[in-house]
């Protein structure tokens, strides 16, 4: 397990709660997949979702910005406070929510207009940018912390779906901090990507983890290693176990974390 | 699938990938044969609309053209006098053009005997329409005139050898000796053909004048009826799908409307003219013929069209594009009105354009509520008058035409065929053009 333990990784100082989830179940009609789900994620902490596939982790992410009210079928019991409130609550406005938490999406899903237009959409509509000047320096500095700025600088006005796979999700990724969210949820941001524009993601989330809470789904186990304080391993619906990043990856307290993570189940 | 859960025979190993083994004959040879069912279809298609278009044009075309009588003369001052002199002046005038007629004709060198009564005939009452022009026109005596006059619809049909010379019954309308005048003067070179502008003009006649029956009116008839169909059904059909699709909850209720807006879509159209009798005239008391009310018939019609298509349409826009609004912080409505909208407009103008073609191309609800054809006598004055005073439409007008005894209407209905298929290849055009400019293939 030595080869996960990463020395050079700037402990976290546990910082206070972001978001607090008690008591969490979701079902997809009969399907439980959520099952009394505990967690309670940081503030400027980067918390990785790891697990075997269907395992729940895009749904218990997509909770947390209730995306899934879009869902019909889907229905959320428990509760889910940011900052100490009920994101459940009938007063809050899901749109308000979700400016506030940002996603990126397990498949990249640029909309069907230039570059350009696909990281200002945000700012537009949240009225961040006071003058045109102001949106162009937003855009470039989004499209600089997605790691993609030197690839398209030269064609912002090209369409967004024209690029590749990986340089559609690192647009996704501009799109997700133009916004300037609190928390930023990113479902296996890195699945599409070649280690270079992986290396300059995991740079972006070490970053953000400055001024975010930062929750990140992946399947790479070394990703979560590298990037991440504290990881929770998801298995059929549960939370096995959650913990400090190092000690998942050193001393798993559950024999299905320790199976998981040493490849034996998947 | 099958074939994956049974254990596969061993495959012969090392057979040459040169030669095709039997299975695969097999599946090339199905193919091979499924294509050729398809060429045949389309031939068979092809062969149809090749015979539509080629009857409706053969039978259609000659309602756009004439037969007119052209001469060209001049009016001396003595002649105009003389004949204003006389007791009985129009015959007078037509008497100078029987002589300025003989005169051309003869210098052609043919000889036929014309005289007023047969020139009468053949042409109507020329001296009036003469007198009329010298009198309005005192300038053009002494000058050079082009006169063209059309002639009887019967001397048409003798033409185009519809009307044969036994069936001429002397005294009756033409006499034997007027055919020898038509064929000197088609000799002469002054009976031609020449295009009727009356036919696209013009406004339906009565049954005994199928000559100057023109399609004008009805086709004003039918642009102001596609007003109403287009603004109301384009908004209504559209906002009813966008709710239904992307706002209305999944359930029971949402469920039973969307099964009676398919039902809806079958109805026979002439149940939808019972309906427009009975609520918009009977009860709601507005005017009968009036293209208001067709136009809001047609809407009823063409609603569950624009419904359908446009939500389809909006069904077909990936909901990956709503997650990515909805994922920065859009509304429900900007996420629709921002992506969704524009992903979908392609198909929702495709779906309007072929929702008013079907409305425009519509002859049953029409005749219900008394848009039929003779009423479009005259020309609407404005916006008030187009929607509100009686008035048909193309179909209506040609269905009029085709069901008059008299053969020569017969003519116009296919006349009026080709100008109604003109309009729906014009929308169908308009249909393409608005689809290339918002599709966006990226
Ligand atoms: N939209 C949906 N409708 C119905 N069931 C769903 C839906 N989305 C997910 N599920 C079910 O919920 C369970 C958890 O799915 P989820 O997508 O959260 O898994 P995951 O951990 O993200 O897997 P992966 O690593 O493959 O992305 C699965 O059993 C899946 O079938
Ligand atoms: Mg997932």
């Known amino acids: 397990m030595d080869d996960y333990y990463t020395t050079d990784r700037k402990m976290s100082t546990m910082q206070d709660t972001k978001i607090a989830a008690s008591g969490v179940q979701v079902y997809y009609a009969d399907n439980h997949a959520i099952k009394d789900v505990n967690v309670d994620i940081g503030d400027k902490t980067v918390t990785a979702f790891i697990g075997p596939s269907g395992c729940g982790k895009s749904t218990f992410l997509r909770c947390l910005n209730r995306m899934n009210d879009t869902i019909d079928i889907c229905r959320v019991e428990g509760d889910i406070k940011i900052d100490g409130e009920d994101i459940y609550d009938k007063k809050v406005d899901p749109v308000q929510l979700r400016a506030k938490v940002g996603m990126v999406f397990q498949k990249p899903n640029p909309f069907p207009k230039s570059i350009y237009d696909n990281v200002a959409y945000g700012p537009k509509i949240h009225g961040l940018a006071s003058s045109k000047a102001d949106l162009d320096n937003i855009v470039e500095k989004a499209l600089r912390r997605g790691a993609i700025w030197d690839e398209v600088k030269d064609r912002l006005h090209a369409p967004g779906t024209g690029l590749s796979g990986g340089q559609q999700q690192r647009l996704c990724i501009a799109r997700a901090v133009a916004t300037e969210p609190e928390v930023l949820l990113m479902d296996e941001p890195c699945s599409a990507l070649d280690p270079i524009a992986t290396a300059q993601v995991e740079e972006l989330i070490d970053e953000l983890r400055q001024n975010y809470a930062v929750v990140i789904v992946t399947h790479s186990m070394q990703q979560a290693a590298r990037v991440s304080q504290k990881t929770a391993f998801f298995h059929l619906g549960n939370l096995v176990e959650y913990d400090d990043t190092d000690t998942i990856f050193t001393n798993p307290k559950d024999p299905r974390t320790e199976s998981y993570i040493s490849g034996r189940i998947g | ?442």
């Open chain 2, 1 to 442: 699938m099958t074939d994956a859960t049974v254990t596969p025979p061993m495959r012969a190993k090392g057979k040459s990938l040169m030669a095709d083994d039997a299975r695969t004959q097999k599946r090339n040879a199905a193919e091979r044969r499924f294509k050729a069912y398809g060429i045949i279809a389309i031939l068979v298609g092809l062969s149809f609309l090749v015979f539509l278009a080629t009857s409706i044009l053969r039978n259609g075309i000659p309602a756009f053209t004439q037969t007119v009588v052209q001469v060209e003369f001049t009016l001396t001052q003595e002649e105009f006098d003389a004949a204003e002199g006389t007791l009985l002046k129009t015959s007078a005038y037509t008497d100078v053009f029987v002589s300025k007629l003989t005169e051309q004709v003869s210098a052609q060198g043919l000889d036929v005997e014309v005289d007023g009564k047969a020139v009468e005939r053949l042409l109507g009452k020329v001296g009036g329409d003469l007198r009329e022009f010298y009198k309005e026109n005192p300038d053009q005596i002494g000058q050079p005139a082009q006169f063209q006059l059309a002639a009887a619809s019967r001397v048409e049909r003798y033409l185009q050898g519809k009307l044969t010379r036994d069936m001429v019954v002397d005294g009756r309308f033409l006499e034997k000796t007027d055919l020898d005048i038509v064929d000197a003067l088609v000799d002469a070179g002054i009976i031609t053909s020449a295009f009727d502008w009356n036919f696209i003009t013009g406004t339906d006649t009565g049954v005994d004048n199928p000559g100057g029956a023109g399609i004008g009116a009805s086709v004003i008839g039918s642009f102001f009826m596609m007003l109403v169909v287009l603004f109301l059904s384009l908004p209504i059909g559209v906002a009813a799908s966008i709710y239904l699709e992307e706002f209305a909850p999944k359930n029971r209720f949402t469920d039973l409307i969307e099964v009676n807006i398919s039902n809806l879509a079958a109805v026979p159209s002439i149940v939808f003219g019972i309906l427009g009798l009975a609520v918009f005239i009977q009860f709601a008391h507005l005017p009968q013929s009036a293209p208001l009310v067709g136009g809001l018939v047609l809407t009823l019609m063409t609603l569950p069209t624009i419904v359908i298509s446009t939500r389809a349409s909006l069904k077909a826009v990936p909901p990956s594009i709503r997650d990515a609004a909805l994922g920065v912080g859009a509304s429900k409505m900007q996420s629709v009105f921002h992506h969704v909208l524009p992903l979908a407009m392609p198909g929702i103008l495709t779906g309007t354009i072929i929702g008013l073609a079907q409305a425009l191309g519509e002859t049953a609800p029409l005749l219900l509520i008394g848009m039929v054809g003779f009423v479009a006598r005259e020309y609407p004055d404005g916006l008030a008058s187009g929607l509100l005073d009686p008035n048909s439409a193309m179909p209506a007008q040609i269905y009029t035409w085709a069901a008059r005894s008299d053969e020569a209407f017969f003519e116009k209905a296919w006349g009026g065929i080709i100008v109604l298929l003109l309009f729906l290849m014009t929308m169908n055009i308009i249909a393409i053009i608005l689809r290339r400019r918002f599709e966006r293939r990226w």
